[in-house]
C-alpha cells in the first residue's frame, strides 16, 4: 500500500500569517505552492519551496482565480482567455522560483473555488486543461477523485492524480459535503487517521449519514490553514505509517 500526502503551502502574505509551512513540510510529501493569485508573496513561495527541496518533498503550482480578497473561494465566471492565460502565468513564476530554489514543479492543483468549479464545469475544466498543455504537458493534474473533471483531462492525454481530503466529510455519493452545511469539515485527529487508514485500505470512507462511499484517490489533502492542522496531519502520517502504508510522491 502507498499513498502520497499533500497539503497547501506558501499561502502567507506580507504581515499575514498562514499555517506552519515548516512543520507541515516534515509531514507531507508533496507541497501544492501557491502562485500569489489566491495568497503568497514571492518571498514566501521562494521560502517554501526552499523547504520542499531541502526536504525532498515534491512540488506542485496550487493555481487560483485572482482573488485574493477572498483567498480564492470565490467562484467567477472568468473568461476563458482570462483563465488559460492566469493559470498558464502562475505555472510559469512558480516553475522560475522553484528552479532557483532547486526545486521543480512536477503537478498542478486547482485552489477553492476553481478546484470545485471545474470538478464539473466543463469550459472552465477544459480551459485549465489547456493551460496545462500548454504549459508544459509534462505535468500532472491533481483533480478531485469521482470527478468529471478526471475523465476530461484523462482524455486530453493528461497525467491524473486523483485527491481525497483528510478533514473534509464526503456525501454518499462520494462527493464533498459543502462548506456551508453543519459538519463538512472534520476536526478530531484520531477519527480523521482512521478513516483515511480505511480510504488507503478499501476505497471507500465513512459519509456524512453513516453509509459508505467509494473514494479511489491516489493522493490525500491534509489542509495546513485549519486549526490544530499539524497534529492532525501528523497523527494522519503515523496511523498510515504503523499499518504499514508506505507514503512516497505521486509526483
Given at each position: 500500500m502507498q499513498v502520497d500526502l499533500n497539503s497547501d503551502l506558501g499561502e502567507s502574505l506580507g504581515a499575514w500569517r498562514m499555517g506552519d509551512d515548516e512543520a507541515m513540510l516534515d509531514i507531507v510529501t508533496s507541497a501544492n505552492v501557491a502562485c500569489g493569485f489566491h495568497a503568497g508573496d514571492p518571498a514566501t513561495i521562494l521560502a517554501t519551496l526552499k523547504g520542499a527541496a531541502a526536504r525532498g518533498v515534491s512540488v506542485g503550482a496550487h493555481v487560483a482565480y485572482p482573488d485574493l480578497a477572498g483567498f480564492g473561494r470565490r467562484a467567477m465566471d472568468i473568461a476563458s482567455g482570462d483563465l488559460v492565460a492566469g493559470v498558464i502565468y502562475q505555472i510559469g513564476a512558480l516553475q522560475r522560483l522553484?528552479?532557483?530554489?532547486?526545486?521543480?514543479?512536477?503537478?498542478?492543483?486547482?485552489?477553492?473555488?476553481?478546484?470545485?468549479?471545474?470538478?464539473?464545469?466543463?469550459?472552465?475544466?477544459?480551459?485549465?486543461?489547456?493551460?496545462?498543455?500548454?504549459?508544459?504537458?509534462?505535468?500532472?493534474?491533481?483533480?478531485?477523485?469521482?470527478?468529471?473533471?478526471?475523465?476530461?483531462?484523462?482524455?486530453?492525454?493528461?497525467?491524473?492524480?486523483?485527491?481525497?481530503?483528510?478533514?473534509?466529510?464526503?456525501?454518499?455519493?462520494?462527493?464533498?459535503?459543502?462548506?456551508r452545511d453543519p459538519g463538512a469539515v472534520l476536526h478530531d485527529a484520531e477519527q480523521v487517521a482512521t478513516r483515511m487508514l480505511r480510504l488507503v485500505r478499501e476505497g471507500v470512507v465513512e459519509a456524512i449519514d453513516g453509509s459508505l462511499a467509494p473514494v479511489a484517490a491516489d493522493s490525500i489533502c491534509v489542509h495546513g490553514d485549519s486549526p490544530g492542522a499539524v497534529a492532525m496531519a501528523a497523527q494522519v502520517r503515523r496511523t498510515l505509517q504503523q499499518a504499514g502504508v508506505r507514503l512516497a510522491p505521486f509526483a
Open positions: 522553484a528552479a532557483v530554489a532547486g526545486a521543480r514543479v512536477a503537478y498542478v492543483k486547482p485552489h477553492g473555488a476553481l478546484y470545485n468549479t471545474i470538478a464539473h464545469d466543463e469550459r472552465q475544466a477544459r480551459d485549465v486543461i489547456a493551460a496545462v498543455r500548454a504549459a508544459d504537458p509534462g505535468l500532472a493534474l491533481v483533480a478531485l477523485a469521482g470527478s468529471s473533471l478526471v475523465q476530461w483531462a484523462r482524455e486530453s492525454g493528461l497525467r491524473v492524480v486523483a485527491e481525497a481530503f483528510a478533514d473534509r466529510a464526503y456525501t454518499p455519493q462520494g462527493t464533498l459535503v459543502s462548506r
